[in-house]
């Protein structure tokens, strides 16, 4: 472009705030050094925060559907049975996954635009007890509908021993999302989204059921 200024609508990659622009000009330091090693832990204590959580977190060279794979095939095996909830084309997504690492998907979809109902997820466990996991997209980019992630939380606690999975990509750092006060166990999201910085980083939070599942 002729112009400097590229004025990027989407809702990720987001444009860089000049602290990151400028963070992006340090020198490069070893990956393998021991500067890396305290950027590396300074920063996962720091997420930690971000998830308000006490559990583990790691950055993953991915996208944040790499993540989402990830929180898949780190809990769950072929044949397991999971509830799987959408409303919207990355709902979509978490489903196709789920379904092509061989989970036995049991899916509840509502319109694009429409929230999805704890009660539906309950209905749903009480119909399915021995149900795995529970997979759920917190904030539907595709729509900006933000569903019930704290009630959905609660019913599937309130029925089940079931895992609850989560894609907060375009959720974590811009809506509230206590990862332990909720009971979450395995919390995915990107780099690019809430905040603000360059695709090509995955954040992840992993509970000790989800450990157990492992």
């Known amino acids: 472009m002729a112009s400097d200024t590229f004025n990027l609508r989407t809702p990720g990659p987001t444009p860089l705030p000049d602290p990151v622009l400028e963070a992006l000009t340090s020198p490069m330091i070893n990956h393998r050094g021991p500067e890396f090693k305290t950027l590396l832990d300074d920063t996962t204590a720091k997420m930690k925060q971000v998830f308000m959580t006490q559990q583990d977190v790691f950055i993953l060279t991915a996208s944040g559907t790499g993540a989402l794979e990830s929180s898949i095939v780190n809990t769950l095996s072929p044949g397991d049975k999971v509830i799987a909830c959408s409303a919207g084309s990355f709902g979509d997504r978490y489903v196709e996954i789920a379904k092509t690492y061989g989970a036995e998907v049991i899916e509840i979809r509502c319109e694009w635009g429409d929230p999805i109902s704890p009660n539906l997820i309950e209905q749903s466990i009480k119909d399915n007890p021995d149900v795995k996991a529970v997979i759920i997209t917190h904030n ?28 907060a990509v375009s959720s974590l750092g811009s809506i509230p999302l206590p990862v332990d006060g ?14 603000m910085i360059p695709p090509g980083l995955a954040f992840i939070s992993f509970s000790e059921r989800a450990w157990a599942a492992y």
């Open 182 to 195: 909720w009971g979450c166990d395995v919390v995915s999201t990107g780099s690019q989204k809430s905040f």
């Open 140 to 167: 539907e980019t595709s729509t900006g509908v933000t569903h019930d992630l704290e009630g959905i939380c609660k019913a599937v606690k309130s029925n089940s021993d079931a895992l609850i999975l989560v894609d």
